[in-house]
């Protein structure tokens, strides 16, 4: 494992020229956390508004109707981004603007919209990166059981046609999926996010479609786009045990098998681990034949979400596998209690890179939250949120020397959003957005990024 030493960022602050030239340095952000425009050209209704829309669901009772309202105002968020200094953008792309029903045709004006957003980047000298999946699913595919049945991942395939047919002339890069944990986990285990269901065995089918129609996903894309990019963003976390007791140790291998390696092991051909799935028992979900040499379907990158390390503890009887992540104690956290762990970063693409040597990865989400305030001066001063980007590109930095393959970095976000459950009341932008003028100002964590790139 890598010792990072994280005071080395006071001692010598991350530099762009410490990258390589051609390094990416990005903004993500995902289609219902800004886009808006809810009800226009022919969007329909994504599980995100059901969800929204049922009373309890979201903190403060908002949704993503009007959000940023980015469907209209995009020009002027890729100038703030071109200004920062970006040459490459993360966006997704949502489905319901695409397909209205299950045997209909493409909609032609959502197609013109990511078509005209996708020349808006290359314009302004962002490499488009387009995830096609950041949990938008239309409601009307929920309503026949949403990823828990096979038929879904067909109605992605046809999704992922239509859109690589449309845009695979501009667009080389594809991330197939945003953190498929959290969509079969946390929408349909925890409940804490759309579909909003609680139940352990659908949301290991969930999963198991989920990376299905990534693998299957992967010779499409290619077919479709010359010289395609492709790969998946996973959500991951170092773990630690609670404690050294052979029970804390033995309950964080058993959350690491479901956590870390449910997800690498299979697109690394080597199937789901056999402890976990014995661990699961009759909520394994159903493979059938040909599925994991299809998750296994070579990529070009892997995409890495990285926020914050988790620490695990024995608990028997709780959750399918008997385990609690114990919330941070004594260390610095973010307004949303996440640790703020620069190290983490390191340790985990150390550990990637050991454990399966997947090729060039790339940070495709990293940032913080902070209750950011606009000064009477009009200023933004969220130095809490430099000092993270500055420790975690340090980290990056030092993992990289030590020869683990990083080949680009996407701040989550670009400007302050709908953060899913907890609604407008969490703000990761380094934009922030004033939801009543839909006024946007650059935080001095976007200043900070934009000298660290312009390297002023
Ligand atoms: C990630 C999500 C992203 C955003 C950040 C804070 O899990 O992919 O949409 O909400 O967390």
């Not at 903004?27 to 059901?50: F, K, L």
């Not at 990865?361 to 130095?383: F, H, K, L, S």
Request: glycine share 8%.
């Amino acid at each position: 494992m890598t010792t990072t030493n994280i005071n080395s960022t006071r001692q010598h602050p991350p530099a762009r020229s410490d990258f390589a030239p051609d390094f990416l340095w990005g903004c993500a952000t995902s289609s219902y956390q800004i886009e808006g425009a809810g009800q226009e050209d022919g969007r329909v209704e994504s599980i995100w508004d059901r969800f929204a829309a049922t009373p309890g669901k979201v903190r403060d009772g908002s949704n993503g109707a009007v959000a940023c309202d980015h469907y209209h105002r995009w020009p002027e968020d890729f100038d703030i981004g071109r200004d920062m200094g970006l040459n490459a953008y993360r966006f997704s792309i949502a489905w319901p603007r695409i397909f209205s029903s299950v045997d209909g045709q493409p909609n032609g004006k959502g197609l013109d919209f990511y078509s005209r957003l996708v020349d808006g980047m290359l314009e302004r000298g962002l490499q488009p990166w387009a995830t096609l999946y950041h949990w938008d699913l239309p409601q009307f595919l929920q309503d026949r059981g949403g990823w828990a049945e096979r038929a879904t991942v067909d109605a992605y395939l046809r999704f992922v046609d239509a859109m690589t047919r449309r845009l695979g002339d501009r667009v080389q890069h594809w991330i197939t999926h945003n953190e498929p944990w959290c969509t079969a986990m946390i929408g349909n285990y925890e409940g804490l996010h759309a579909p909003g269901l609680k139940d352990f065995k659908t949301a290991l089918q969930v999963c198991h479609h989920v990376l299905l129609s990534h693998g299957k996903a992967v010779p499409l894309i290619r077919a479709n786009v010359p010289d395609a990019r492709v790969g998946i963003s996973l959500s991951l976390h170092p773990l630690r045990a609670a404690s050294d007791s052979a029970r804390d140790q033995a309950a964080s291998l058993r959350h690491d098998g479901l956590r870390y390696r449910w997800f690498l092991d299979p697109l690394h051909g080597r199937g789901y681990p056999a402890a976990t799935l014995d661990a699961v028992g009759a909520a394994a979900p159903v493979i059938e034949p040909g599925d994991m040499e299809a998750i296994a379907a070579k990529t070009d990158f892997l995409g890495v979400n990285y926020y914050f390390p988790e620490t695990i503890e024995d608990a028997p009887g709780e959750g399918p596998l008997s385990v609690r992540v114990l919330p941070p104690k004594d260390v610095e956290t973010t307004a949303l209690g996440w640790e703020v762990a620069p190290e983490g970063l390191a340790e985990l693409l150390a550990r990637i890179e050991s454990d399966y040597h997947p090729g060039p990865m790339y940070i495709t989400e990293n940032g913080a939250c902070y209750d950011d305030v606009v000064g009477p001066d009009g200023e933004v001063r969220d130095e809490a949120r430099s000092r993270y980007l500055q420790r975690h590109l340090a980290a990056l930095r030092e993992v990289i020397a030590e020869g683990v393959p990083v080949k680009g970095y996407f701040a989550w976000s670009l400007v302050d959003n709908f953060e899913w459950a907890e609604g407008y009341l969490r703000r990761f932008g380094l934009v922030h957005i004033d939801y009543a003028t839909q006024e946007r100002r650059l935080k001095d964590s976007g200043k900070w990024y934009r000298s660290f790139l312009r390297q002023e």
